[in-house]
């Protein structure tokens, strides 16, 4: 997928004029964060479960080679073949390769997002090979030529009458408008593309080093039929998605899907190991799996490693008062919301994307429902710091930062600052009581009218009242 990341602000004024979006995004909401909220309490030890978890990423990420050298170990033991892919054009040159060995034709591909981040699609088809997207979202979206805009719900910004208009022209079928209906339809097309094709693509949710699975968790019955009845399967998964034990997986299924969609429990997981056996009835003949490290290893032993905890399910951006409001698509690459204004960052260079840090508004939803618990804010911060002092920041804010925190080093000199600002902004206000435009912050207050202050600071408020 094309990064447009640096398009970032162009694409928010775009996304907030989007009223058809508008309405899209207000499903996050009763579906997600509502689901959520309803099924999460079902874990009585929550805490204790959202900290094992997050320690079992940690222990993996402390010592990743280790935990990939036993899982890559295993999974040959069982017949499968392991790929080290350093970038995305790694990825989409094995798989190539792969298909080209296998004399492929046609692909059947089950939702990755890393195969999203590496464009394998595009990849493969100029290497002559038909790939057939097979999970609903996906499908539609290749079926309209656009791009994910949720890591979980990838067709989330469209309505079910766009869709309806899509399979209409595309299908070249009378109009259905049920959702029944629209998914027969879209089954009774995929069908032969299943039974057909030469080559399975999948992602993989995690990686288990004791097995050598690959374990991927879904809603729709698509990912079973993509991994095993293709005479060969290629599972593609970032290096950090492996776990040590099933046990451990256990443990993270717990929250996964309570995150992501607001289910106890998902449709299917299922769990790959090797090679179709000799007396079993399916399963690949070849499986081969693609490791892609695309700067995640850069990251191990930095300020930011714990943004590899991720296990990609979405609550953070569905909480999100900012990807709320422009949807998936702003974000201008794979991973949206949150996450999405780190991981790009890191993934793709801070200068690309200089934006994204600042997509926040720090009221901190996805640290609080993040299930790895993974400091959101504080990365983002981080992020932020790495700007200033890359001297990537505008020269006013520059400039008005290092005002402040000059000012802040020297108390009674802030304090008289803040008493006269204080009432400068509280006569500003006038009788309204209304700031509405701040000098010097137009980006800011431009679209908002600030309260003007009491006129005597919080200190002075505080003295008052101490000496009653
Ligand atoms: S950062 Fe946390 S909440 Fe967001 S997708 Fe990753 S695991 Fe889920």
Known sequence: MQNNAIDFKRQVTVKLADIKLQGALSRLQSRFVEGRSAVISEIADLPETRNAAAAIRDRVLNDLEHWLLQFEQQATARGAIVHWAETGEDVNRIVAEIARQHSVRTAAKSKSMVSEECGLNDALEQAGVEVMETDLGEYILQLAHEAPSHIVAPVVHKNKEEVADLFAEKHQLPRKTGIAELCREAREILRPAFLNADMGISGANFLVAETGSALIVTNEGNGRLVTTLPRVHVAITGIEKVVPTLEDVSTLLRLLPRSATGQS???????????????????????????????????????????????????????????????????????????????????????????????????????????????????????REKQMERGMKSHRETFMLKAWAWLALRPNLYALATRIAVRGMRLLGGKEGLLHRLPGAHGWSDGRDFPAPAGRTFRELYRHGSRK
């Open 265 to 383: 429990i998902t449709n299917y997981v299922s769990v790959l190991t090797g090679t179709r056996g000799r007396d079993d009835h399916d399963g690949p003949e070849h499986f081969h799996i693609v490791l892609l490290d695309n700067g995640r290893s850069k990251l191990l032993g930095s300020e930011m490693q714990e943004m590899l905890r991720c296990i990609r399910c979405g609550a953070c951006m569905n909480h999100c008062p900012v990807y709320q409001n422009i949807g998936g698509h702003a974000y201008g690459w794979v991973y949206p919301g949150p996450m999405g204004s780190i991981l790009t960052p890191l993934l793709s260079g801070l200068e690309k994307s200089p934006d994204l840090p600042n997509a926040s508004t720090f009221c901190g939803a996805c640290a609080a429902v993040c299930p790895v618990k993974i400091p959101l804010p504080d990365l983002l911060r981080k992020l």
